[in-house]
């Protein structure tokens, strides 16, 4: 069979699990064709498996974010990162090495891990499904599994979720203190990924 028809073919029944057609859900565990990065300064934070990969992202930076409050739609601020859109359970992964300094549950970004780079940079990610791999103080190395793609966040409970389709949200702070757009690194490192 082909390999372009046997991916649609996978995509299709990826389509209709994740749609609930014979009550399952798809969850994506880290051996389930797994690929182990190659030792890099960077890698693209979320799994890839050998065969198909359903991932999708594009360059949501700074887009306005809206919440039902006292019964209207309000714009209460800016997407300061960018969200990658992957099957539940997807590993996610530390982008570059260095030391998680945040793990944990927060309003918004549910589960979560901040990692501060050897560059002095800090990687924020959110929304993983469950509670952090990794603790502050640790240190991670590009690659590492820091957490499971999810969809939690927007509760005070810790594991509140399915408020939003599952994606890992990726932010990146300057030493300066300044957010930048994450979206073209992100589409590099995600090329990068592909070509392998």
């Known amino acids: 069979m082909p390999s372009s028809l046997r991916r649609v073919l996978s995509l299709a029944v990826l389509a209709l699990t994740l749609a609930g057609v014979g009550g399952a859900r798809a969850e994506v ?7 182990a990065p190659e030792p890099k300064a960077r890698v693209f934070p979320v799994a890839r498996s050998k065969w198909y990969s359903v991932i999708n992202f594009k360059d949501d930076w700074l887009a306005p974010r809206r919440r039902f409050v006292d019964g209207r739609w309000r714009q209460v601020g800016f997407h300061e990162g960018n969200d990658i859109f992957a099957e539940p359970g997807t590993p996610a992964r530390a982008t570059t090495k260095g030391v998680v300094e945040q793990a944990g549950w ?19 990610y959110a929304h993983l499904a ?4 990794v ?27 399915d408020e939003f389709s599952a994606h890992l949200h990726v932010g990146i702070q300057e030493p300066t203190g300044e957010w930048v ?10 090329e990068n990924a592909q070509s392998r």
Do not use: C
């Open 29 to 35: 565990a880290p051996s389930s064709g797994y690929v």
């Open 130 to 133: 469950e509670p952090p791999a």
């Open 181 to 190: 757009n994450p979206y073209p690194l992100m589409k590099r490192l995600y």
């Open 135 to 161: 603790s502050p103080g640790q240190r991670v190395e590009a690659g590492q599994t820091i957490g499971l793609v999810g969809n939690t966040g927007y509760g005070q409970t810790p594991g509140h979720k």
């Open 106 to 124: 927060l309003f918004y970004s549910g589960w979560r891990v901040g990692i501060r780079a050897d560059d002095g940079r800090y990687w924020f």
